[in-house]
């Protein structure tokens, strides 16, 4: 059974402070992987996409990925209340079906 | 561009009853996918379409779910009957790559469904 597991938190991180979001998978021929945030209530939108080992920055945001380690991370640079949401990790694995960690619940106190 | 857009928003059955689901995926995206999304958890991948044809429906439970994507566009899911246990999210997305590692999803808002 191929898994994308997630710490389902809550994580709570004052205003300012950068958050760590952390995600390992199973399947070590995982291609692609992807961070969403979903608010509650709303559908999972794409914030990064990361396909290479190393890390890759989006204004606030970075992702890492250690395919060695088979870890994914995502750190979220002066943290905002509107950050405040569940971060969905998901793996693309080498049959091509995508598939997505639990999720981990951010807040950001203010 | 339009999003991906489903109806309805809401649904609330009595089990056994049968529900059914719409899609419409952004325009020029070959791969639709139908999600259940239990309150609590990740979304789980019920069936996958490239184009008209199902790629992936593994996690389908085939005995009272079905799905059809007719031309390669709209998609349609249903459950008949319902169960208590399929109280969930259902999201449907699209992207815009075939069958590949590079498939960014884009998510409709979903359907919340409860079966009572």
């Known amino acids: 059974q191929k898994e994308v597991e997630q710490n389902s938190g809550p994580l709570s991180v004052p205003e300012g402070a950068i958050a760590s979001l952390n995600c390992t998978y199973s399947?070590?021929?995982?291609?692609?992987f992807f961070w969403y945030r979903q608010y509650s209530g709303k559908s999972p939108e794409l914030i990064m996409f990361?396909?290479?080992?190393g890390d890759k920055e989006d204004g606030r945001f970075t992702a890492q990925l250690n395919k060695a380690s088979q870890y994914v991370s995502l750190l979220i640079r002066d943290s905002q209340p509107s950050d405040s949401a569940t971060y969905l990790c998901?793996?693309?694995?080498?049959?091509?079906?995508?598939?997505f960690g639990a999720g981990t619940r951010l807040f950001v106190k203010a | 561009e339009a999003g991906v857009a489903q109806s309805p928003r809401y649904k609330i059955i009595e089990k056994r009853q049968s529900v059914a689901f719409w899609c419409n995926p952004i325009?020029?995206?070959?791969?639709l996918y139908w999600y259940q999304q239990i309150l609590g958890q990740g979304p789980k991948l019920l069936i996958q379409?490239?184009?008209?044809?199902?790629?992936?429906d593994s996690q389908l439970p085939k005995d009272r779910f079905s799905a059809e994507r007719l031309k390669g566009v709209d998609s349609t899911l249903k459950i008949q009957p319902a169960k208590l246990e399929d109280s969930a999210v259902y999201l449907c997305?699209?992207?815009?790559?075939?069958?590949?590692?590079?498939?960014?999803?884009?998510f409709g808002a979903g359907t919340r469904l409860s079966v009572l």
């Open positions: 990361i396909y290479s080992n």
């Open positions: 997305a699209s992207s815009p790559r075939d069958r590949g590692p590079k498939n960014i999803q884009y």
């Open positions: 399947d070590r021929g995982s291609q692609s």
């Open positions: 325009s020029g995206h070959a791969t």
């Open positions: 379409f490239q184009n008209n044809g199902v790629v992936d």
């Open positions: 998901a793996a693309t694995t080498g049959g091509f079906k995508t598939i």
